[in-house]
């Protein structure tokens, strides 16, 4: 006999970053497999370290890392834990990002600045990623970024039921908080059964970040409850400015739905002195205690995440979780 047979057996291991590790073993929960054992510390020099106390041999490997703040040790930590596991003979490494980090620097405004989400692309398949698993990216256009395959997965269903259950029969606008979002809140209206559609005009100075000047709000939004959806809320200077401009066109009630929750200072003391009566957001990044309000919903979005893995270990379809949509 010239040949040796062997039994092709796939192997499912789960690991964790020091980021958000609550959502790792919720995910695990529901996949039935419990995160990988993992050495991972920091140095006193700030240096990080990490290494798996099981072998990962020829598995299928998926790095769970939420980057929240502290951004750019975790974005480190990540290529660690990728660069263990393809020393470790790991068969593919998909990592999973549920908030891409440096997603707003997708492109040159002006001369002599970084594409910063490319960069982080080509770290992570440097470091030795196969895959990258992401949620509700910025801009669609980084998935083309990172040579390999990109899932993207999408919280609106998630937040959607979410807001159908609760508000239902009353008269509903959705909101995009500026013209370039305008495109998901179309997405949003569809969703929710063809309600009308409103956007808000606002100018930002370029050379003042995270400082936004809100004008108008175009559409229909007089009497009705206005559902402003954007993928992240940040310092929510977006979100409540688009929140004062509704309630002096004479929104009934305002609420707020967004995937991702950064809630960098201020956000937290503008959405409590803003009009908006309902935050909802999912835990792709972890709220601490000090930054919760009794007017801010969390969901889950491991249930999603862990359909999106079984379906790429089983070799699957990641787009059919929503329905054909891309």
């Known amino acids: 006999m010239g040949s040796i047979v062997a039994e092709n057996r796939k192997s499912l291991m789960l690991f964790s970053g020091r980021g958000f590790p609550e959502?790792?073993?919720?995910m695990g929960e529901v996949l039935g497999v419990a995160p990988t054992p993992t050495d991972s510390y920091e140095f006193a020099n700030g240096e990080l370290f990490v290494r798996y106390k099981d072998s990962v041999r020829g598995s299928d490997a998926f790095v769970v890392q939420s980057v929240t703040h502290g951004?750019?040790?975790?974005?480190?930590?990540?290529?660690?834990?990728?660069?263990?596991?393809?020393?470790?003979?790991a068969k593919r490494i998909t990592v999973v990002l549920p908030y891409y980090p440096y997603s707003r620097q997708d492109k040159k405004h002006r001369g002599r600045e970084p594409i910063s989400a490319r960069l982080v692309a080509d770290m992570l398949k440097?470091?030795?990623?196969?895959?990258?698993?992401?949620v509700d990216l910025h801009t669609a256009q980084i998935q083309g970024f990172f040579d390999g395959p990109v899932d993207h997965l999408f919280a609106m269903d998630t937040l959607?039921?979410?807001?159908?259950?609760?508000?239902a029969g009353r008269p509903m606008t959705v909101v995009?908080?500026?013209?370039?979002?305008?495109r998901v809140a179309e997405r949003w209206t569809d969703r929710l059964g063809?309600?009308?559609?409103?956007?808000?005009?606002?100018?930002?100075d370029p050379l003042?970040?995270?400082?936004?000047?809100?004008?108008?709000?175009?559409?229909e939004v007089e009497g009705r409850v206005c559902l402003i959806v954007d993928d992240m809320i940040d310092t929510g200077g977006t979100i409540s400015k688009a929140a004062d401009i509704l309630k002096?066109?004479?929104?009934?009630?305002?609420?707020?739905?967004?995937?991702?929750?950064?809630?960098?200072?201020p956000a937290t003391e503008r959405l409590k002195n803003s009009p908006i009566s309902e935050v909802v957001v999912t835990n792709t990044l972890p709220l601490p205690p000090e930054k919760q309000l009794d007017k801010i919903t969390v969901l889950s979005i491991a249930p999603l995440l862990a359909r999106a893995i079984r379906e790429v270990f089983d070799d699957g379809s990641v787009t059919t979780l929503f329905g054909g949509l891309s």
């Open 23 to 26: 959502l790792a073993k919720e």
């Open 71 to 89: 951004v750019n040790t975790w974005v480190m930590e990540t290529l660690i834990m990728v660069d263990a596991l393809k020393r470790g003979s």
């Open 126 to 134: 440097t470091a030795g990623a196969n895959r990258i698993l992401t």
């Open 160 to 167: 959607a039921e979410y807001v159908e259950h609760k508000y």
């Open 176 to 182: 995009a908080p500026d013209s370039g979002r305008v």
């Open 194 to 204: 063809g309600c009308p559609l409103a956007f808000i005009h606002k100018t930002r």
């Open 208 to 219: 003042k970040p995270n400082q936004v000047v809100a004008n108008r709000v175009v559409g």
């Open 248 to 265: 002096e066109a004479g929104a009934a009630e305002i609420l707020v739905a967004a995937t991702h929750a950064l809630h960098s200072d």
